[in-house]
């Protein structure tokens, strides 16, 4: 089966979730798939191993006195790469389809925020929904990462409920190949925060609580991500903060494990998300998760987890507060390291395998 992959997770390194997915799906399955990876520019992350790479030259960035190459490129965005006919399948890690619109695709919707948090979204989400509508009409099957994603898909789009399919993340791969145990509660000082920071993510609610009496007073915050912009410098100034948030930027593999299994927690404040991926890989290092009360968490983290409303930084506080108790923290990584054993990337695997032959045999 020749499947092609439209690789944008794999240029943007603001996507470390949607790459994460399609890295380890395509390198478990690239023996049963003969995979073609679409690329437009460098890749910012790894590649699988023993997956072909096109990269269109049609579609990289060519000076403006380059007049004949902007003229070549122009016209191959047009058009689709001649190899693409003779694909199978067509998956995109974003919502970006074909031109030609006989080829067959499949979809992953990785979340519904944009639909469903409009007001406080992101302006590049809310310009994507006709994107997305499009994909999502023209796409034989598609593949929803929760079932809490499902369910919003099928409430704003109840005609595509017959072509859906929930496939959820795997848990294990941050998993070291040692044993060492997860640092003890008198020793795990720091909260921890991952990803990006803007919109549905509810940052300013954990800064909210950590100005809280709640908040512990020798806990800092430890940021993942991008740098602060100079509109989120001046506010954590303005809240006498400085001393007490470091950002860490860009972690490599290691550094990102070693941050799950030396901080007192993982804080999630998100008002909504697709799936929560972060929620497993903390669980699987033994890092105690606070994390917003909403359906999708519930869902992953199954009740190993502390939750609070993602409305109240004084609840926030409390949780985090909560997590120093020896015996509270004890159980929460007992329970986390259980619950995680429901996910497993082979079993993510195995499953995308079933929805692309459905979708190839499909009429």
Known sequence: MKV????SAFENPRQLGIWRVFYEIMSRTSREVDYTLWLRSKPMQPLPEGVRVYRDPGRSEIPRHHLFARLQRRLALRRDPAELARA??????????????????????????????????IRELQEAIPIKQTTLERAKLLVCVSQTTASELSRFYPELKHKTRVIHHGAEHLLPTDSIPPTSASTAKNALFIGQRTG???????LDAMQSAHWPSDAQLNVVGPRFSSAEELLIRSLNLTNRIRNLGHLSTEQLRNEYRTSRCLVFPSFQEGFGLPCLESQSLGCPLVCSDIAVFHEVAGEAALFFDPRLGEQLAEQVKRVGDPAVRKQLIENGRENVHRFSWDKTATQILEVYHQATSAT
């Open 88 to 121: 199978d399948l067509y998956h995109p890690t974003g919502l970006t389809l074909p031109i030609n619109r006989g080829t067959k695709c499949i979809a992953t919707i990785h979340d519904m925020i944009a639909e469903s948090h409009f007001p406080i979204g």
């Open 200 to 206: 549905y993510k509810n940052f300013p609610c954990l």
């Open 4 to 7: 092609w992959i439209d690789g």
